[in-house]
């Protein structure tokens, strides 16, 4: 997809390997993308191309996208999401690496 | 351009100094493009560029490539088979136009084993000075780690009574210099120039000088020059100066440059156009407006011309250096000497009008080049939408997005990344996402960076409104 260089460039920083590596996918995630197997980025850009090609975006208010059944699967069921929202939305199904805790356990264990 | 320039500033820089070497072929229309088809462009004036020495065989590089595999008795075979089937004269073009495809795959020894074949097979074939050149050039570019390959090639000329001679040298010196084996080069020249007496000529000299320049540190570019010029006297000309003046001010060392001004001065130089625009550069890039305008004077005072690109190199720094008005001065000086504002010109001066926050003068301006008959580039439409977002024009902005869009121009990083900003800071979401896509469709920006951006803007936006200052 990319050029080798720049790929290099972004595994390079944790960040943004982490939008592009392949990830094992919830089954409600797995129904919608049709595959075991996606990035991050590429779920986003999954879920943005369904609203266009399905004209979800409120019409007076295209700020807003009324989910049809398929998105709210996936979408925390919500009826009605903001465009500004989504990617936050979609951040939900990739989590960040256990890791993240470590730090405040040890900070606990020494305090 | 897209990808090179991380902020719009030094994008505007990268036309600009692109600008210079694409006005070189106006000035000297006699050049004639070298043997090395690959070799990169000077960034400096043209003089640097060579007119002489077209006899070497590498004209032949643009023929098919004959030979699919790199070992020797299929070589071998083919080279038999030409001579049974070809009808036309076997001469010594044939022969090298062979030889250089072959060594365009294969190793020197294989090359050099083919040659004997050539020779053994087909007695009437001589080779001459160029044929053995090809030879060197083959083993020059091979990543070796020592010169064993390149000796060989030299002895075996050598024992056919080709004493090397200057266009050796360069050969050597160029194919050292595109392979990254500057210090072999270094090397090289002097050994030839002190056994053959091949001694380098200016633009062998000046080509090498520049390779040092670009790789290795400015103690070792002058230890160069001076053992040149204390041994073999070949000394540095103008040219030279000015490649090194470029380098120190490029690596932002003024003081070094105004010192080398001295020096060439007292080597019975004169500084020409292209010192004086190199210097002028130098002081635009670390935006010294006013010592850009002292050349400018200086310049006028010794009598030498200014041109096109003075006057673009001049708008571009006071431009930057926040001076405006004086920039507009200079573009009224400029037209009043009879040169043609251009689009770089323009861009400069669009670039100071939004940093002063008057992005409508910009958008004027942009009217009156149109009108003039030149037409913006991809640098000035960036550049003034992103003039318009910072001066919170927006519905200008998507405006000129618009026709951005129709011409297929690319996005910027900078640009793009304050276009959404400001369009997600006005609510304006869905049209965000609108120039998320054109900006991935467009490969303005990979879709990794085009998204963190948007992703980022959306997430200080949620920020913000929590705390109840956004809409």
Redesign the interface.
Known sequence: MLPQRMKKSITDNPKLANLIDLVNLSSPLREFVGQSRISHIGCFMRVWSYIKDNNLQDPTDKNLVNCDEKLRSILLGKPQVELAELPALVKLHFPRNQSNCAVPIMVLFFS | MGKVPATLRSAVSNTLFKNQSSLVPLESPSQRPRHFPKKTPSQLPGKISHTQKTDFPETNNKSPILFKSPNLSDAKKLFNSFLATTRGPLNLRFHNSLLQSYAAISNVNDSISLLRHMIKTHPSFSPDRSTYHILLAQSCKAPDSTLASTHQALNLMLTNGFNPDKVTTDIAVRSLCSAGRIDHAVELVQELSRKHHAVPDTYTYNCLVKNLCKHRALSTVYNFIDEMRTTFDVKPDLVTYTILIDNVCNRKNLREAMWLVEVLAKDGFKPDCFVYNTIMKGHCMVSKGSEAIAVYKKMKENGVEPDLVTYNTLIFGLSKSRRVKEATKYLNIMKEMGHIPDTVTYTSLMNGLCREGDAMGALALLEEMEARGCSPNSCTYNTLLYGLCKSKLLDKGIELYGLMKEGGVELETACYSTFVRTL?RE?????A?EVFDYAVESKSL???AA??T??ST??S??KAREQGKAI
Do not use: F, M, P
Not at chain 2, 427 to 431: D, K, L
């Open positions: 997600c609510g304006r979401i869905a049209e996402y990979t879709t990794v998204y963190t948007l992703e959306l997430k936006l949620k």
